[in-house]
């Protein structure tokens, strides 16, 4: 492999958190050439978190989630060829079309292009969702508008839908979140854990109703502004906003004769290659994990960490040990936090109760620790972080107990 040299030029597709670390880290690893960052929104890198909590509250100013601000970028020495999306990927030549029929050169190229949110095929000018700042800032505007008491339906009751609730509540306003599994995150934390989470949203005071088949949404006849769900057994729910919040999919439509290897996202390598001078990080990369084949992890520390790995690769040669997997999640006025990528059906052992809706678990599989979950017990979780830098038994760890 050569390493990057002051003749070459990266093109990074996406200008989303992934994208634009990329290039900041590639700057700090002392990549001194051309630095190209093609986005196909209008605004620069900004940072999507606060867009379902700050911002959703009304704490914070859609500016705010600025992240590459003009004297970042003027740092950095990036390019910033915004409103335009790429539309095709010549892997051998590394060139990229865009949509305006330009073509950028580079000599390497990075697909930073994300996920965008699932829809669901319903139109009413009450249904929104929250992935783009556009998005957050018509929703935001939406709640702006409503009185105190008004109800907001939302569907979906994973990460940003408890989330959106937790601002919308906040705001004075009803949040009702409508979920069709038996409890929230079922399918992502497990059995145990999201019975261990499930009686958050009533302690916070929110109406959330589980096993719920939405089949529809309409606009409210009565005032055409306003949506009505509907749902399988007939009734109706009638709402000032309906947020959906139902998960995201891979932006991996503009790669489909590239000839990279896509399968629920673009299959890179460990060092996040996905060919020789082609690079996929983020949300969009498909990277390999012990026992899982691949696997596509939507977190934000997951596109900080794969941007510095790769900028480490291509500057320095250097290999980065094995990702260990962050999110967090504030929502009824608690934060989940999780380290590592446990499966659904793991073992979940109850470690640490700190207090009522403050406790730690590990997951295990085959007596062998995969992850870290805690409850408003971040510095806990945090010092629980080595026992998933190599393989520690569950009977080791809990001799340790590293967490107390
Ligand atoms: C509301 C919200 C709250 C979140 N909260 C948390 C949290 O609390 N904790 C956590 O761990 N994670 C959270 N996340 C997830 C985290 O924000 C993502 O993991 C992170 O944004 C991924 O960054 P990315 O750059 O890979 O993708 P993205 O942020 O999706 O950026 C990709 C960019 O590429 C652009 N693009 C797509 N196709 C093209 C194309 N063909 N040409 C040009 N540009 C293109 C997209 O429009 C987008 O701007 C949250 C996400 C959202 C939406």
Redesign the pocket.
């Known amino acids: 492999m050569r390493l990057l040299a002051p003749s070459d030029h990266v093109v990074v597709?996406?200008?989303?958190?992934?994208?634009?670390?990329s290039c900041e880290e590639l700057r700090r690893h002392g990549f001194a050439g051309r630095l190209t960052l093609?986005?196909?929104?209008s605004?620069p890198?900004y940072?999507?978190?606060?867009?379902?909590?700050q911002v959703m509250s009304g704490k914070w100013s859609l500016e705010h989630t600025t992240l590459a601000t003009p004297e970042r970028v003027d740092h950095a020495q990036v390019g910033l060829e915004l409103s335009?999306?790429?539309?095709h990927l010549d892997v051998d030549a590394t060139t990229v079309m865009?949509?305006d029929g330009r073509v950028v050169e580079g000599t390497h190229v990075v697909v930073?292009?994300?996920?965008?949110?699932r829809r669901l095929p319903w139109h009413s000018d009450a249904l929104f969702e929250?992935?783009?700042r556009d998005d957050?800032g018509r929703l935001a505007a939406r709640l702006d508008q409503l009185g105190a008491g008004e109800v907001v339906a939302i569907i979906g009751a994973g990460?940003?839908g408890a989330?959106?609730a937790t601002a919308v509540a906040a705001r004075g306003l009803v949040p009702v979140v409508l979920e069709a599994e038996a409890r929230p995150l079922l399918h992502v934390l497990g059995d145990t854990v999201s019975r261990w989470l499930e009686d958050l949203p009533a302690a916070a005071g929110i109406d959330l109703r589980t096993r719920q088949h939405v089949v529809g949404v309409e606009a409210d006849p009565a005032t055409g502004a306003d949506a009505q769900v509907l749902f399988a057994d007939g009734t109706r729910l009638a709402a000032r906003a309906v947020v959906v919040g139902v998960g995201?999919q891979p932006?991996v439509?503009?790669l489909a004769d590239s000839g990279l290897v896509i399968d629920n996202g673009v299959v890179v390598d460990v060092h996040q290659l996905c060919a020789q001078r082609v690079a996929a990080?983020?949300?969009?990369?498909s990277f390999p994990w012990p026992g899982a084949g691949h696997v596509r992890?939507?977190?934000?520390?997951?596109?900080t960490d794969?941007a510095g790995a790769l900028a480490r690769y291509w500057t320095l040669g250097e290999e980065t040990p094995r990702l260990i997997p962050?999110?967090?999640?504030?929502q009824y006025g608690r934060k989940i936090q999780m380290l590592g990528h446990p499966r659904p059906d793991d073992d979940v052992t109850r470690v640490r109760e700190a207090g009522p809706q403050q406790w730690l678990g590990l997951y295990s599989r085959d007596g062998v620790v995969t992850g870290v979950v805690g409850l408003s017990q971040p510095r806990a979780l945090m010092l629980s972080k080595p026992l998933l830098e190599g393989a520690t038994s569950l009977q080791d760890a809990l001799r340790a107990s590293p967490w107390t």
Not at 84 to 87: D, E, H, L, P, S
Not at 281 to 285: E, F, L, R, T
Not at 297 to 303: C, P, T
């Open positions: 597709v996406g200008a989303g958190l992934a994208g634009w670390r093609v986005g196909d929104e605004h890198p940072d999507r978190p606060p867009l379902s909590k335009v999306a790429a539309v865009l949509g930073a292009t994300g996920a965008r949110a929250v992935r783009t957050a990460f940003i989330e959106v995201a932006n439509e503009w990080v983020g949300d969009v990369a992890i939507e977190h934000w520390q997951v596109a794969h962050y999110f967090w999640s504030d």
